[in-house]
């Protein structure tokens, strides 16, 4: 007994050094999934910046689909953005769970962060918070051949597709988002807020923790 409530504490302490905690009442067990800071991919950050590992989150998602106590799954979201890829490849996970799941947009869900945001079967996000749209960046060396820039464009149709397909945002809505030129000082894109993006068709609802809450409730109910 002793080694089992040794092993549970270590698994808890786990689960919440991953931004994972778990939500229990006479409703059901729901779990809260924090992305925060910038997502993290091949390439180790800083230690002094805030960041969600995606090596850490897909086992955690994986062990949560399977688990026959959890009812439902709530993603915070307030991230700058990161990892094209990792992020991408969370937000394909969540969107294949078959457990309800939902999103809440907190303070910014930014660049790979719009995928994350839209991944979850219903989607929040909170009159504050905004969303940064813009085209696939990327940092370092990049050779000047036509392959490299095909790469970087179909890349950017990945997440265009994706983004699409989980929201009801149209491609054409979303694609002048992305090149708009008169908002963003140094860059290209858009700043959404909360009502715009609900306005748009990215996001679902203008709401927060307890709607998102009660929407896992309902579906459990179903």
Known sequence: MENQNLHENSANENNQNSGLYPIENESGTYYCLSIIGQIEGHYI??????????????????????????????????????????????AEVIASLKKPTVSIVLGGGHSIGVPLAVCADKSFIVPSATMTIHPVRTTGLVLGVSQAFDYLNKMQDRIIKFIVDHSHISEQKLRELISRTDVLVNDIGSILTGAEAKECGLIDEVGGVSDALEYLKGRKSK
């Open 45 to 90: 950050l800083d230690n002094n910046q805030k960041s969600t590992k995606y090596d850490h989150v897909i086992p955690l998602l994986v062990a949560l689909e399977e688990s026959e106590k959890v009812d439902g799954i709530i993603i915070l979201i307030n991230t700058l953005g990161g990892d094209v890829e990792a992020g991408l490849a969370i």
